[in-house]
């Protein structure tokens, strides 16, 4: 007479261990792949701040100097690699006067100057953020 037995074999132990461990490098990959993309929303932010920034420093110079719209041009904002307090960050301005109809086709003397602020890190990052001000 054969007795009947309870519990699993060595076999099946190691097959369950095999899928458990396969099963579980997925999961975990996911895992470790969000937290390597984590710190970039943070960086993300802190580039869009920096681009608004300068945006606004541009701005208020605009208003306050007495010539006002034609110190609008890239040698009165240089590049800033890095941004002081920022290492991580570079920050540049560019300025083009544009077609008031359509805001890209250059037209020098139209009175409408497109200001754009790029503000990168890392490898391939950047953050671009572009305004209009206006000869009036």
């Known amino acids: 007479m054969i007795k009947k037995r309870n519990g699993f074999t060595l076999i099946e132990i190691i097959m ?10 997925g999961v975990l990959t996911i895992f470790i792949n969000a937290l390597r ?19 606004e420093i541009i701005m208020a110079d605009k208003y306050a100097s007495p010539t006002g719209y034609s110190d609008l041009i890239t040698a009165n904002y240089p590049n800033e ?14 300025f083009a006067e544009v077609d008031g109809n359509d805001l890209t086709t250059a037209s020098p003397g139209s009175g409408f100057m497109k200001i754009t602020v790029t503000v990168s890190w890392g490898v391939a990052d950047s953050v671009s953020l572009e305004t209009v001000a206006t000869d009036y």
């Open 16 to 25: 369950v261990i095999i899928v458990l461990g396969i099963a579980s490098y």
């Open 37 to 55: 993309g984590s710190a970039y929303p943070l960086q993300g932010v802190q580039a869009v701040e920096l681009a608004k920034e300068k945006l």
């Open 81 to 94: 690699a890095p941004v002081a307090g920022f290492p991580e960050f570079n920050r540049s301005a560019a």
